[in-house]
């Protein structure tokens, strides 16, 4: 958490008086607004020439299980719920590790380059860190505790490369309407390994079931179509996006397609400082194949057990210094809470996230 408060601290470093007193008519200096929401990837695009770097820190936490739109308690799952293993040896017939807590934090550090006015080539480079809570249960049937423990992880994860492709004329200052065409890396593990409890009360170190995985191990095409305009102090965009995996890794196996749609509104009551409003909906379907070293009597081990359909709120908050040490830096922040979530289950549920992240274009 250290990361969150160091670019709070610079966000509102923006909110000082310097920051108000420079260019009183905001032609000159950068608006807040002319970015879309930080949690918005790839929305614009520069002018030839021009360079910027970013960096974002972002945290989800996952807390409890669901099925479908069902909450499910751990002792549900591992009493009804059937394990797709067994029939393998030492494999019960109901699951017995049941996941209650996921947090994660991806550090993420990019750079964009204006090829001409109408085409960006971008690149971003990614640091996760996972932890994983279990309950396990004793033996093959029953209610009773074996114990309890965590998996950790951290490391890179998958990168992403390509261009920014501008399909307006570019002429009206904070509209732009952009195509993307990336590709996503493969650059994170997945052959991650920790320390587990069995419900038989060994403690070997296997290949941690997928959502432990620091990366997908597959080539991913990433299209979207990103829009936005502002007139006086409203703002307002809209993205649609997917990722569409290029094939099976060398383990096997596949995630799903991702699509995504996101439409948000932005006030800018001074040019150094907009607030947003951001819905999303996402989609992304069940893993295909399965990873042979990943077998356990855990949900997350089940390729199955993946994707669904989920809706998001999202407030944020943009700024743009116009003067003093740190002008034409901007920073921003972003909290989301889910409104729906059916999932493709038993999952563990996504409960909030929250990104904060720096630009600076020179």
């Known amino acids: 958490m250290k990361h969150l408060f160091l670019l709070t601290g610079a966000a509102l470093a923006a909110l000082s008086p310097f920051s108000a007193q420079a260019h009183e008519d ?22 030839k020439g021009e360079w910027m770097l970013s960096y974002r820190y972002k945290h989800m936490d996952m807390d409890g299980n669901r099925d479908g739109t069902d909450s ?11 394990n797709r293993f067994f029939g393998t040896p030492m494999q019960p017939p109901t699951l017995r590790v049941v996941p209650t807590n996921m947090p994660m934090d991806m550090y993420m550090v990019g750079g964009m380059y204006g090829l001409s006015d109408r085409v960006t080539l971008m690149a971003m480079g990614s640091y996760l860190t ?37 399909l307006d004329d570019g002429m009206k200052r904070g509209r732009q309407i952009n195509a993307n065409l990336l590709l996503t890396l493969p650059t994170g593990s997945n052959e991650q390994t920790d320390e587990i409890l069995t419900p038989m009360g060994d403690t070997p170190s296997p290949r941690l079931p997928y959502p432990m995985q620091l ?43 991702r699509a995504e749609g996101t439409a948000w509104l932005s006030y800018e009551p001074a040019y150094w400082v907009s607030f947003s409003g951001r819905l999303k909906a996402t989609t992304q379907g069940r893993m295909r194949g399965i990873d042979p070293a990943i077998v356990a009597p855990v949900q997350t081990a089940d390729p199955d057990n993946a994707g669904g359909d989920e809706i998001w709120a999202l407030a944020g908050m943009n700024f743009a210094v116009q ?28 409960d909030s996230v929250f990104t904060a992240g720096w630009q600076k274009a020179f």
């Open 26 to 47: 905001g032609s000159d200096g950068p608006h807040a607004s002319e970015h879309a929401p930080i949690g918005v990837m790839a929305d614009h695009r520069h002018k």
């Open 215 to 257: 990366g997908t191990g597959t080539i991913d095409f990433k299209p979207g179509v990103t829009w936005f305009d502002k007139a006086g102090k409203i703002g307002w965009g809209a993205q649609a996006s997917a990722r569409i995996p290029l094939g099976k890794n060398n383990e096997g196996y596949r995630f799903g397609n």
């Open 72 to 82: 499910l308690s751990p002792t549900e799952i591992a009493t009804t719920v059937p």
């Open 323 to 350: 003067s003093g040490a740190l002008s034409g830096h901007r920073f921003a922040l972003e909290f989301g809470l889910p409104l729906h979530r059916d999932l493709n289950g038993p999952q563990l549920e996504t």
């Open 130 to 166: 996972k932890e994983m809570d279990h309950i396990t249960f004793m033996g093959g049937i029953g209610e009773t505790v074996r114990g309890e423990f965590t998996t950790k992880v951290d490391g890179f994860g998958d990168s992403t490369v390509g261009a920014i492709i501008g």
